[in-house]
C-alpha cells in the first residue's frame, strides 16, 4: 500500500474546517459544552476548604470538554457531508479512505483541543487570581496541569473516533451526537474517579492510562476506515 499523503490529509482537514465554520450548530456545541464542563472546578475551588481540595485532583474534570465536545463535530463528519449532498463529489477524488478519515479527525481535533485548552487556561487563571492562596495552591499542581495538557489530545481523538464510526452508520446527524454522546463518556468517568480520588493520581497510573488511550486511538482509526463503506453511502 501506498505512504499516506499528508498534502491530502491537510487539504481535507482544511475543507472541513472552512465547512465547520460556517455551520452555526456545530459552533454553538463547541461554545455550550465546554462552559458545562468549567462550572464543578471553580464551585469546589471556591465552596470547599483548603485541606478538603488536597484530596483530589479536581482540575480533571476539564477532561469532559475533550471527552464529549468532540463529538459534535465528529459525528457530523460523514452523515452531515451525506446529507448534505456532497459525500458522492469528494468520493470522485484521488483521496483513500484512510486519508478522507484522517483528514476529517484532524479537522475535529484541533478546534476541540484549542477550546479545551483555551477553558482550561480560563479556569487556572480564575483560580490564580481569585481563589484564597491556600486553595489555588492546593488545586494548581503541576502534576494535574501536566496531566490536563497530556490527556487532552488523546481523550479528544478516541472521541472522534467514536464520532466518526457511529457517523459513518447513522441515518442522521442529530442521531449519530445523540448517540456519540454518551458512548464517549466512559474517558470522562475515569478521569472523574481520578478526581475524586477514587483511581490514584500517580505516574504509574498516569503512563498506563496514556497506553490505553493511544492503543484504542490507533484502534480507532482502523474501525473507522473499515465502517466507512462508500457504496452503502451513497446507495443508501
Not at 152 to 169: D, H
Not at 210 to 228: D, K, Y
Amino acid at each position: 500500500m501506498n505512504p499516506i499523503s499528508l498534502r491530502r490529509v491537510r487539504a481535507v482537514a482544511g475543507k472541513e474546517l472552512r465547512d465547520y465554520r460556517r455551520n452555526r450548530s456545530l459552533v454553538a456545541g463547541m461554545t455550550i459544552i465546554p462552559l458545562v464542563f468549567l462550572i464543578t472546578p471553580l464551585v469546589q475551588v471556591f465552596t470547599m476548604t483548603p485541606a478538603d481540595l488536597q484530596h483530589g485532583a479536581w482540575l480533571v474534570y476539564m477532561l469532559g470538554i475533550p471527552a464529549v465536545a468532540p463529538t459534535v463535530i465528529a459525528a457530523h463528519a460523514i452523515v452531515g457531508e451525506r446529507q448534505q449532498g456532497t459525500l458522492e463529489p469528494v468520493l470522485t477524488t484521488p483521496v483513500r479512505r484512510d486519508e478522507l478519515l484522517l483528514g476529517k479527525a484532524l479537522a475535529a481535533l484541533v478546534p476541540s483541543v484549542a477550546v479545551s485548552y483555551l477553558v482550561f487556561g480560563l479556569v487556572v487563571a480564575v483560580i490564580a487570581v481569585f481563589a484564597e492562596p491556600q486553595s489555588a495552591a492546593a488545586v494548581l499542581r503541576g502534576s494535574a496541569i501536566a496531566a490536563q495538557i497530556f490527556f487532552t489530545p488523546l481523550v479528544a481523538a478516541w472521541s472522534i473516533w467514536i464520532g466518526i464510526i457511529i457517523s459513518a452508520r447513522a441515518k442522521d446527524v442529530r442521531s449519530a451526537q445523540q448517540i456519540a454522546m454518551p458512548i464517549s463518556l466512559p474517558s470522562f468517568a475515569v478521569a472523574l474517579l481520578v478526581a475524586m480520588g477514587v483511581i490514584p493520581a500517580t505516574l504509574p497510573v498516569a503512563c498506563l492510562l496514556a497506553a490505553i488511550l493511544a492503543g484504542l486511538n490507533i484502534a480507532g482509526w482502523a474501525m473507522s476506515v473499515a465502517a466507512f463503506d462508500p457504496e452503502r453511502l451513497i446507495t443508501r
